[in-house]
């Protein structure tokens, strides 16, 4: 009988521990579903939220915020979703001004996804941007763009055309005629002393003369400082082609 007891408790036992590792593994299964769930909703939950910081820097781009006044851009370029860069390209779509602070944001994030992308949708933004500009700070002074001081950086839209090197070149080559006013909100009435208030085209010609020189340096070329040295600076381009 003590025997028959004894099977009897081990069955008991086995049934109890087999029931317990039914009850473990299920509540695995079901916590696991639950973790994989949450990851699910998470990553859309994330993806929305660069949505929505992308939509924000396309209406900041359109009212002329720079790159380093956005705490959206801001944002955007210190995420460490490992989706980021495909979620900024799918939403940069319009070859306008409007995708000024998303492309720069994409290139901060993934410098060779920016390479990669189509030339012509790159040009489009970025010469469009400088084109409907009010103001400049974005874009830095152009004779600046030769500076020898090491702590001067090229402004991120700069340093993006001159990434696309010549294929823009035709792009920037349509703003020559553009001579609207190009003041920065610090710079008062325009530049430091002696230098001539800047035009749309400066910034056009000076980005040009800055892509050529990638591949034909020219180290005694200076930016002229008057509005007629300039003017015949332009002239002399077109004259040349």
Do not use: C
Not at 102 to 120: G, I, W, Y
């Amino acid at each position: 009988m003590a025997k028959k007891n004894v099977s009897t408790n081990v069955a008991e036992k086995t049934r109890r521990n087999i029931f317990r590792d039914i009850l473990v593994v299920g509540s695995v299964v079901i916590v696991v579903g639950v973790i994989q769930d949450a990851s699910i909703t998470t990553t859309n939950d994330r993806e929305k939220e660069v949505a929505g910081l992308v939509d924000e820097l396309k209406v900041e781009s359109m009212r002329g915020v720079e790159y380093f006044n956005s705490p959206a851009f801001d944002n955007l370029t210190t995420r460490k979703d490992a989706e980021l860069t495909n979620w900024l390209k799918a939403r940069i779509k319009a070859p306008n001004r409007q995708s000024l602070l998303p492309l720069l944001a994409l290139r901060k994030v993934a410098s060779d996804t920016f390479a990669q992308m189509d030339s012509t949708l790159k040009r489009g933004i970025l010469t469009d941007a400088l084109k409907q500009a009010v103001y400049f700070n974005a874009w830095g002074e152009p004779h600046l763009f030769w500076s020898e001081d090491s702590s001067r950086r090229l402004e991120e839209p700069v340093q993006a055309v001159m990434e696309i090197g010549e294929p823009v070149i035709f792009s920037l080559e349509q703003l020559l005629d553009e001579k609207r006013r190009a003041p920065r909100w610090d710079s008062g009435e325009g530049p430091e002393p002696g230098i001539a208030p800047y035009q749309v085209n400066d910034y056009a010609i000076a980005l040009i003369h800055k892509i050529e020189q990638i591949s034909t340096p020219d180290p005694t070329f200076v930016f002229p400082n008057t509005r007629g040295a300039r003017d015949t600076l332009i002239s002399n381009y077109r004259g040349g082609k």
